[in-house]
Nanobody, 121 residues
Framework: QVQLVESGGGLVQAGGSLRLSCAAS????????MGWYRQAPGKQRALVAV???????NYADSVKGRFTISRDNAKKTWSLQMNSLKPEDTAVYSC???????????????WGQGTQVTVSS
């Protein structure tokens, strides 16, 4: 059973910084891609940042230059460093990953439980 557990998040003033982390555990053969999504009230969930197994990254235009995704392959963790936060960054942030199971060899998308990020003006 693969699980993703997030940490970080909280309340911060505009212009501040937060760091989110996601840890994968369980029967993992490989993590093919990992990323972060967010869902603001009344809006659909949207991509924030993604990183492939090869290290390529892609960011939403709204966070380019402010957010950085990084990973620690040995620990099976990845993080989202969020700087210069704005009130419009307020949302529930969820990590996800495309993971190949070590047992059955199947590849599936897994999600974390979500963490609230609130940026006050």
């Amino acid at each position: 059973q693969v699980q993703l557990v997030e940490s970080g998040g909280g309340l911060v003033q505009a212009g501040g910084s937060l760091r989110l982390s996601c840890a994968a555990s369980g029967s993992i053969f490989s993590i093919n891609a990992m990323g972060w999504y967010r869902q603001a009230p009344g809006k659909q969930r949207a991509l924030v940042a993604v990183m492939t197994s090869g290290g390529s990254t892609n960011y939403a235009d709204s966070v380019k230059g402010r957010f950085t995704i990084s990973r620690d392959n040995a620990k099976k963790t990845w993080s989202l460093q969020m700087n210069s936060l704005k009130p419009e960054d307020t949302a529930v942030y969820s990590c996800n990953a495309v993971i190949r199971d070590a047992g059955w060899g199947t590849t599936e998308v897994y999600w974390g439980q979500g963490t609230q990020v609130t940026v006050s003006s």
